[in-house]
């Protein structure tokens, strides 16, 4: 079996995606995710001139040379775009792989390790009845465990607020990258928000009880002293995860934040290689990996990181925003599903035109996903519906403080 086609298929629907289909001579398609939000036409360019003419003629079942020979063979190694096409071919071989086995993915990683796969769900509000009541709709839709983003007094508008940044109804979780010339400008204030987020989380634990699974992202905001303040101050909430609570590109920041809390720590979604999490994986110092299998390179390395962090308890939480495509969460599918050290899965639900474009077979109910039992990942792209929707440019938001100083969003 030799590839023959790589083609490269950039859409918009409901936000902007990059999409790798590759084509063999025995007629066998795969797909694979190289969305990098604010900057998709970087990874589309460099999967289509760079990447696609080394892929033909190649045998597709050879994964791993090939992931090594795209990684080693450029000699400029890492980075988001580099990782994020190199995990398009990945994946689209083992959808390849998969699906000339006649099997779902999952088996070719080992099989089952569980029967579903537990997954978190995005509540949001702009005062705290709002956050009480995005809680118990998240509920309602089936999610046993929710992530709470609040808005914050003081400051205008605030990274996970569905509400506050919503256009003509549509809600800020299906495409915070603004579709515009510009980026957003967005304000911060360090300060007010550490006094106002453990009130939140007080309010939701005394209304919902204490079995529910909280969590909360701090979006790389804080300095480490500051993120080991927050870290205590939500101890009595008994938060699931503080997710990027500090820039963990210092990753040895992490040990000042460890040593002042024992809220469980998840880093990781700007992530791009297992070098990233070398220190934090060998010296315990995070809970949970949260990269992205799209922009880590693929379901290889992925599989990698997770059996090195298996070593010392560290479990998974895989980045699942609508930013990854149906493409990219298959994958973490099929991923979470297999190896044994799974914690849980981010899950935002795409919309309608998504659906349309890539048409998937993965379920989500009673709080538990599952990839489907299709040959490969379950997922195929509908190219004609795909091509009504043409990227448009979108950036996402920027933070300033109140000095003017830029800061991290």
Request: glycine share 8%; charged share 20%.
């Amino acid at each position: 079996m030799k590839i023959i086609a790589a083609d490269v298929i950039v859409s918009s629907p409901d936000r902007n995606f990059v999409t790798l289909k590759l084509t063999t001579d025995e007629g066998i398609t795969g797909l694979g995710d190289a969305t990098l939000n604010g900057r998709e036409l970087a990874a589309a360019t460099y999967l289509k001139e760079h990447v696609a003419p080394l892929l033909m003629g190649r045998d597709p079942h050879r994964i791993e040379d090939t992931w090594q020979f795209l990684y080693r063979g450029a000699y400029w190694r890492r980075g988001p775009v580099t990782m994020a096409a190199i995990a398009a071919v990945d994946v689209a071989l083992w959808d390849i792989k998969a699906k000339a086995a006649g099997m779902p993915l999952y088996q070719l990683l080992g099989g089952a390790s569980r029967n579903g796969i537990r997954a978190y769900g995005h509540a949001s509000g702009r005062d705290i009845p709002e956050i009480i009541d995005s809680v118990r709709e998240h509920l309602e839709l089936g999610y046993k465990s929710i992530r709470v983003q609040t808005a914050v007094p003081g400051i205008d508008s605030v990274y996970g607020v569905a509400a506050q940044s919503a256009e003509g109804g549509i809600r800020y979780d299906y495409e915070p990258a603004q579709r515009a010339a510009l980026p957003a400008e967005e304000d911060w204030d360090t300060r007010a928000y550490l006094r106002h987020i453990p009130t939140v989380f007080e309010a939701v634990r005394n209304e919902f009880g204490p079995e529910l699974p909280l969590l909360h992202d701090g979006h790389h905001r804080m300095t480490p002293m500051q993120a080991a303040k927050l870290g205590k101050a939500l101890e009595p909430y008994d938060l699931f995860w503080l997710e990027d609570c500090t820039p963990a590109e210092n990753q040895d920041a992490l040990r000042l934040v460890r040593q002042h809390t024992t809220t469980p720590l998840a880093i990781g979604e700007v992530f791009n290689t297992v070098w990233d999490y070398q220190t934090l994986i060998r010296e315990q110092l995070i809970d949970y990996v949260r990269s992205a299998v799209t922009h880590t390179g693929g379901i290889s390395p992925m599989k990698k990181i997770m059996d090195y962090a298996a070593q010392y308890q560290i479990k998974s939480g895989i980045h699942g925003p609508t930013d990854i495509s149906p493409v990219g969460m298959a994958a973490a599918l099929h991923l979470d599903l297999a190896i044994h050290n799974f914690g849980i899965q981010e899950y935002m639900r795409h919309g309608d035109l998504t659906n349309e474009v890539f048409e998937q077979s993965f379920t989500f109910e009673d709080g538990y996903l599952h990839p489907g039992n299709e040959p490969g990942l379950g997922v195929e792209l509908n190219e004609e519906a795909a091509a009504k929707h043409p990227y448009t440019p979108a950036y996402l938001p920027f933070n300033r403080l109140k000095d003017g100083t830029v800061h991290d969003w």
